[in-house]
């Protein structure tokens, strides 16, 4: 199966930026769509973004929109999350997550990470 590892969290301050990276296991990294998904305790897990396989679409939910990047480097077999103007609601653990299509719904994702915590400090 395919192995996620996601790196990048920390504590940063509100309005404050982070960039989180995702690295894949294998070659078969552009068969995939990628997603980032977040969580915070005694929440959901809710979907934050999404980019098809060769990158031409993204997909962000409205909370991020604006403020979060996603990209991937299907040489290096990476997905990344620029987040800018960070607010104190953005903290959570992130996730990323393979799926065959972009899908809001964390059950259609096939291979998942386990997650790097993102603090944000008001």
């Known amino acids: 199966q395919v192995q996620l590892v996601e790196s990048g969290g920390g504590l940063v301050q509100a309005g404050g930026s982070l960039r989180l990276s995702c690295a894949a296991s294998e070659g078969t990294f552009s068969s995939y769509s990628m997603n980032w998904f977040r969580q915070a305790p005694g929440k959901e897990r809710e979907f934050v973004a999404g980019?098809?396989?060769?990158?031409?679409?993204?997909a962000y939910s409205n909370s991020v929109k604006g403020r979060f990047t996603i990209s991937r480097d299907n040489a290096k077999t990476t997905v990344d999350l620029q987040m800018n103007s960070l607010k104190p609601e953005d903290t959570a653990v992130y996730y990323c997550?393979?799926?065959?299509?972009?899908?809001?719904?964390?059950?259609?994702?096939?291979?998942w990470g386990k997650g790097t915590l993102v603090t944000v400090s008001s």
């Open positions: 980019i098809t396989k060769i990158g031409d679409n993204t």
């Open positions: 997550a393979a799926s065959l299509w972009i899908y809001r719904d964390p059950g259609a994702m096939a291979y």
